[in-house]
């Protein structure tokens, strides 16, 4: 360093505690001041520090107190049930709107707005008897006309709702009969139609928001117990119980219900045992028995109605032979990868539908079997001829193949790629294992088969909304929905598959069962997928946190929640 | 001044590298379950039909309007979800960047002091510490013992704007591993102050020791140390997105995050090139400060 010359009698040290009071008198200030957050407020008549309980105090019902706080792993993304596609939307949702009928934890559908129906024509026209003194939160009253200008919305192909793809094909109308009256006639018999309603799209919006333009997505008017506060885009979300809540017996328990977005598991589970949270979902399954009973706090798992599996690419040259496909589901041990990655939280499939799904039915399990799977290779064509310890064909050629996976999309995903790599390492086929960040995966696997020659094996999950399995056989197994038209990413085709899902479709009752039966044996054997588990969800609470209902849809009712 | 090219070619790339990624915005929008006509439309509705440098002249518009539109996914308007994502940051970081600089010059000032003795080897430790110990470790450590032992501090802000209550801990974080590069550079520019001659010359001359140190030997200590907090406090204001993670702290580095994940193109453009013009500001007050210190450098 050169001299200093000249010095000047303001010191130093000056300038460092003037630094520091700046920066904490600003942080302070900043704290205190500015920085109001992005909100949206629902409906401007709501107190926000007023205890509401003033206005509730009828008869018997005891007033909604303290707050309610769960934590989330991803923030909602739309609050318009009619656009919404994701889990955390769905389940905001079903706090704020009610549909006219609804799922009970079985998947059971049961009457909500609507008391009762008929089904007429062979099934293509329903009769909803609708619940009369039920008024949304802005006032307006709930009735036939409510119902029909909903449905006529998500109908209007012109609007582009989301949604639209889930209700056109099936809907030709929807008329009012009285005021208490409603009819839905259908273009075809269909039998999921109920499910379709309880889906998290056929929630009732209030007609005058509706009407009045303003976007629904922020600014959310349902019939349901608690009503939006306030929305911080990424943060959290808070309702408040709705003080005329029709029905009385289940009237909202707490004032606020508060949902906070913290992406990380870790942190999530740190917050319950802070005691920061009430109520956490998914905690990882390695935690679930060592957190249950730590303090004041209980973990639960639940069967769900997804199940993980394995695609091919049946394009492929490499997986054209059955015995080839089945070797391979032969050669991976599933209750292995249960106990070891998602510690129990899981059972096995043995179909393409979960066995919570409604028309599951048994259609076989390919018991881990090392010994069978080298059989059905030597077969095939394949075994080990140079004694290299990988298999070959009569050309020479090695079985290698791509597995392709998603990390931290589903729970214990990437863990679940790299023990399939090296089951079937084991019995020959070597395995170059290739992980993906989910949107670019997705992006990729939803490519048309004659630009997906890279795709060969790729793990994907698929948890039908409606919870029924239509809309697991449909979408991932009907010919015509190859990828890019609809999930069937690995182009299964089987006609006499297409036609079972078409006969389910129309049919009603036991027939149905018996359609949706014999389609899930059928890909059962053709293999499509190396069939991998039905996956468990998790949640955390504290021990009073009560009338939690969780849904295999992957959907946690909170409406029902009390402190007990 | 150069700030005006640097925002425009920032600008660029910051455009050109989130459209090159690959995954499309309307996929993930339409959901798992989407039509191939459901995809197309969304497209359409997002815009993301047209050709890219039309994109670009409208983003640009946009930015330069401040008329900056709403998120793609969310539909909420973008200013409303950067600038309290914004001050939440700044708040986080003036705070962590004031203990970096307490904590760090005081130790630095007595390690040199005591230099080769046991308190400037327990210091250089805990320097040590500092700079290698990753950051969601100290997070998490702090958590536990505040939180989740003690429980006298929270872990997260639950609410709408977080108080100084909320602070503590994530400050702490960041403030704790900032404070040893710091120290670090505060000991050694100290160091080399103290064996300079005019320390001599002022000790000849009978200042008080107290003086001398304060005044003559860490004013000329002090212009790496600015740098190496400059450095830090820009790095601060990009969002320190571990640790808003851990916190569950509702930061900007976290929405820009969130945002790369759900190809939420306008949110992460306008959040990165806030980011790019305050790196610029706070450099041009670093440069500012060097001036202050040591006013040989003068400013062009």
Redo the contacts between chains.
Sequence with gaps: ????R???TS???G??VV??VI??A???L??RG???????TASPSTTTTAPATTTTTTTTVAPPKGTL?V?MGT?A??LDPQDA??NPSEMVNRIIYEGLVEFDQNLNIKPMLAESWDIKDNGTTYVFHLRKGVFFQDGTPFDAYAVKTNFDRVLNSTL?L?R??LYAPIISSVEVIDNYTVAFHLKMPFGAFLNDLAHGAGLIISPTLINSGK?V??NPVGTGPYMLQ?W?????I?LVANPNYWNKTAAPKFEKI?I?????D??RE??L?????DLVLRIPPVDVASLNGTGNIITRAYPTSRVIYIAMNLMNQKFQDVRVRQAFNYAVDKEAIINSILNGLGKPATSPLASSTYGYCYAGYYKYNVTLAKELLKEAGWWDRDGDGYVENANGQKLEVNLWTPQGRYVGDYQMAQAVQSYLNAIGVKVNLQVW????Y???V?KPYNQSQNKELFLMG?AP?TGEGD?VLR?LLASWMWA????NYGYYNNTQVDELIQKQMVTLGQDRLNAMCQAQKIVYNDAPWIFMVEMYDTLGMKSNVKGVVYLPIEIVMLKYAYSG | MLLIPTLLGASIIIFLMIHF????PA?????????????Q??RI?LGLDKPLPVQYFLFMERLLTWNLGN?L?????I???I???F??T??LA??A??IS??IG?VLGIVAALKRNTTVDRIVMIFALLGVSMPVFLLA?LL??IF??KL?IL???????????RH?VLPSLTLGLIGAAPIARMTRSSMI??LS???IKTSEAFGFSIRKII???A???A?IPVVTVAGLNFGYLLAGAVITE????Y?GLG??IV?SI???DYPVVQFGLMMIVALFAVVNTVVDV?YA?????VRLE
């Design positions: 360093m050169v001299r200093e000249g010095i000047s010191a130093i040290i300038i460092v630094i520091l920066a904490i600003g942080a302070y900043a704290t500015g920085g109001a957050p992005a909100t949206t706080i934590a923030d993304s739309t596609t994701d582009k989301q639209y793809s976007d997505k922020t306030e911080v885009k990424g943060d959290h808070t508060i906070k977005v913290v992406a990380d870790k942190a740190n917050l045992k802070t005691g920061d949270v960040e989910w949107t670019s997705l992006n990729e939803r698929w909304s809309w979408p890019p038209a609809g999930s | 990624l690959p995954g499309d996929q993930i929008l339409a959901g798992p379950d989407a039509t191939l006509q459901d995809i439309n969304m509705r998120s996914v969310s539909g909420f308007p200013t409303s979800l600038v309290p994502r001050l939440n700044l708040k003036l705070l960047i004031s600089l307490a010059i998490v958590i536990v939180s989740i429980h929270p872990a997260t802000v639950i609410g709408s704007t977080p108080s100084i602070l080399e102050a300079q001659e005019y304060l005044v003559y860490l004013r000329n002090l993670t851990v916190f569950a509702p976290r929405l969130d994940f759900a190809r400060l202050l210190i040591n006013p040989r």
